[in-house]
Structure formats: C-alpha cells, structure tokens
C-alpha cells in the first residue's frame, strides 16, 4: 500500500494533469485553437487546488464547456480526491477498508479512525445542502433582480456556489464580485458558505455531535477553531474599515451599510476564498499587509482553506505567550500543549516561510514588479486564496510556474508534512547530552 502522504499529493498531481489535457481541447476554449500549455496547466492547478488566480479572463478565455471543466476541478479538489474515492467505494458497497481511513484521515485531517465514516457522510451531507441553497439563493436574486433569464442566473447561481463552498475564487464574471458590492442578498450568504467550509470537517462534525447531545464538550482544536476565526473576522474587518473608510477607489463612496458589509466580506474572503467585492489593486498598503497576514493563517485545518492553519497560528501564539510569562508549559483552556505539537507547528510554519520567500525571491529575480505586489501573489499562491493585485497576467512563464509550484505545496504541502511528522513522532528512542545555545 502506498503511504498516504505520498497518495494524496500524486492524486491531486494526476487531477491537475487530466484538467490541463482537457482544458487544452479547443472545445474548452472560448477562441480558435488549442489552448498553450502552461495557461492551461495553470489555470488546471489552480481549479484543483482552489485558488483561483487566473493567468487569463475566466468569463471570456474559457468557453462554456471549459468553464463546466474548471468548476468540475475545484469541486474535485475541494471535496478531496480521497474523500471522493472513499465514498464511492461505499456506495459499491465494500465498506471503508483500513487504507482507504487513511487516506481519508490524510486529507480530512486527524479525525479518530472509529468517526472515518460518520465524517465521509458528513462531508457529503454538508457539500450538497450548502451548494444547493446558495446556488438556489444566487439564481434567484440573480433572475429577479437582474433580469437574467433562469438557465443563465441558475450557471452563474450554481458556479459561484460551488466556487464559494470550495474556497476556490473563480468568477464567471470579469470583476470577480465588484458589481454586486452593494448587494447584501449575494455577498451575504456568499460570505457565510465561505465561513462554514472554511471551519473544518471535524469542527462541523463535533458541532452537530454537540447540538445532538447538548452535553459533548468542545475539544481543543474546535475551541481554538472556532475563537481564531471570530478573533481573525473582527481584526480583519476592523482593519480595513479603518484604513479603507475615505478612500474613495475602495469603501471611500459607499454609505454606512454598504461599508460593514464590504469590510466584513473582505476579511472574510482574504483569508481563504479569493473573491474580491472591492479592487484588491486600489487597497492601501496598510491594508495590504493585514491582508498578507490574514492569508497566510487561512481558515481550519481539514476543510477547503489554505493557508498554515488557524489552529498552528494560535497554538504558536499561545507558547510564545506562556514563554514571556515565564510559564513551564504552554496550556489554553485548561489543556497542555504538548511539545511534540509545538514543533509540529513551528516546522509548518517555517517551512512554509521558506515556500514564500524562495517564491517571492525567483519572480523579483525575472520580472520588474515591485515587491509589495509580489509578495502578496505568491503568499495568495501559497495560501491558495487567489486574490491579486493584478499582475498575475503580466508574469513570465517562469513566474507562472513558481505560483503553479506554491499553489500545489500550498494545498497538499501542509497536510503531507504535519501528517508526516505525526506519523513519525515517536519512533527514535536516543537522547543526546542537553546544551543550551544563547538565545536573542
């Protein structure tokens, strides 16, 4: 049996490679022709790893067929190849074997072996339930309040929906969501499908186990989940309602209401989904740099966002807390943290630096872009966000592969290496002679 940290990033590698085959059809383009290679390698990568920078306009490059394509793999990768397979063996009915837990735990996150199956179907029941009542809300306001006949409101009803579940970005629309900024009814549930898959599959599953009993206590990880999201919301919206409220390319022209609701989409978004209501390219350096913050945390861990994870963010914030309190151990919520998680995260975190540094470093090396707007495309790639300042179209081949590479580490890196590292915690039993280098 193959090891399940190499299965998940060659089954993702195999969907990327598939997409890009088609995608090169002159089916799947909305011009004559073949499409190039790397366009649609690009675009492939990032439609499976959900994070919807786009080298070319969605709405006018791809034709309807492509289009279909490009939802098919964002919803392949958001839903998680090995969760797919899984299921499928189960309605074969062979049951879930040991492996194909794994494979599953892999993906979906350190879920106990014994709730595999519960999670699988929880995973489907949410997917289809979320997709299809935003998808019914989006038509809807799209044909009444648009004039859109239905066939027409219900693609773009259901392309945004299942765009918004997956934390993939893509737009069938140029201006991804600039033209609906004013538009509670759209950005609204948009923004709450996004919060929702963003959580986790385990929180989502802890959560229903605990409205069922009323009496399961919240674990550590969905206690820290749930806290760092509401934390990271609020200072995100705060941010940018503050440095964005006069500015009249961004929030400057809008009134008291439409502002909230672009300031709170915005934090929303930033952190995993890569819709824009507001052009990213008019905000102010300030609010750049909480956007890059926001970003590279993303959302939960074993769900469709990017990003380090919320749960490293905060748990590394927590021991460095309990450092500067001159506490033995770092503890939250009545529970110890235990070492071997604290290097776990750091090691997620640093390696994830080095992805973004190295990154940033090879594009400021072959192109003349200014590093501010570099840095926020490759942490963007790396996070698999999909916001951009607008120069993803204006990168050479060599940037475009760069951001192809971080997109693919991004989504499958994180999840193989904290994997990894539980699996191989443990296994060596020599102690060397402790010393203590000075530090700072």
């Keep these: 049996m193959m090891h399940p940290t190499r299965l998940v990033p060659l089954a993702f590698l195999i969907a990327i490679a598939i997409g890009t085959l088609v995608l090169m059809l002159p089916v799947s383009r909305a011009g004559d022709g073949f499409s190039p290679f ?38 392949i990768g958001g839903f998680g190849i090995m969760a797919a397979a899984t299921l499928l063996g189960l309605l074969v009915g062979r049951g879930i074997r040991l492996k194909d837990r794994l494979r599953t735990q892999v993906e979906r996150g350190a879920i106990d072996m014994s709730n595999a199956r519960d999670v699988l179907w929880l995973i489907v029941l949410v997917t289809v339930v979320a997709e299809v009542t935003l998808s019914v809300a989006l038509t809807v306001r799209l044909h009444f309040a648009y004039g859109y006949d239905w066939p027409e409101a219900a693609w773009h009803g259901v392309f945004h929906a299942v765009s918004a579940f997956n934390n993939a970005g893509f737009s069938t629309y ?14 609204l549930p948009i923004g709450l ?18 409205l069922r009993s009323g009496r399961q206590p919240w674990t550590l990880h969905t206690k820290i989940t749930l806290g760092g999201t509401v934390i990271l919301l609020v200072v995100g919206c705060g941010t940018i309602l503050y440095v964005e409220w006069h500015n009249p390319a961004t ?27 507001l052009d990213t390219g008019a905000l102010k350096d300030e609010s750049l740099a909480i956007t890059y913050l926001l ?6 861990s074993a769900g469709t966002a990017g990003g380090i994870k919320i749960t490293t963010f905060f748990l590394l914030a927590i021991v460095v807390w309990s450092e500067v309190r001159g506490e033995k151990e770092a503890a939250v919520f009545g529970r110890r943290i235990s070492s071997g998680t604290e290097r776990q995260a750091l090691t997620v975190v640093m390696l994830s630096l080095a992805a973004v540094s190295t990154g940033t470093m090879i594009i400021l090396s072959v192109t003349e872009l200014p590093l501010t707007a570099v840095l926020f495309e490759t942490i963007s790639a790396f996070a698999t966000v999909g916001l951009s300042t607008g120069i993803t179209g204006q990168l050479p081949p060599t940037g ?32 060397y002679p402790e010393e203590r280098p000075i530090i700072g």
């Design 38 to 75: 790397l366009t649609a390698l690009f675009t492939a990568t990032s439609a499976v790893c959900v994070t919807g920078l786009a080298v070319v306009d969605t709405s006018t490059y791809w034709s309807p067929f492509g289009q279909a394509v490009i939802l098919a793999l964002f919803q």
């Design 193 to 210: 499908a996004i919060i929702i898959s963003s959580l986790g599959f385990p929180v989502l599953h802890e959560l229903r186990n605990h």
């Design 295 to 300: 970003m590279f945390i993303g959302g939960g």
């Design 174 to 187: 140029s201006d991804s969501l600039m033209g609906f900024a004013r538009d509670w009814l759209i950005l």
């Design 400 to 431: 475009e592969l760069v951001l192809i590479v971080l997109m693919v580490i991004g989504r499958v890196g994180t999840i193989t290496i904290a994997t990894a590292l539980a699996l191989g915690s443990g296994r060596s039993e020599l102690h």
């Design 251 to 277: 929030l400057g022209a809008m009134d008291l209401g439409d502002k909230l609701l672009n300031g709170a989409f915005q934090s929303i978004t930033t952190r995993t989904a890569g819709f824009n209501a």
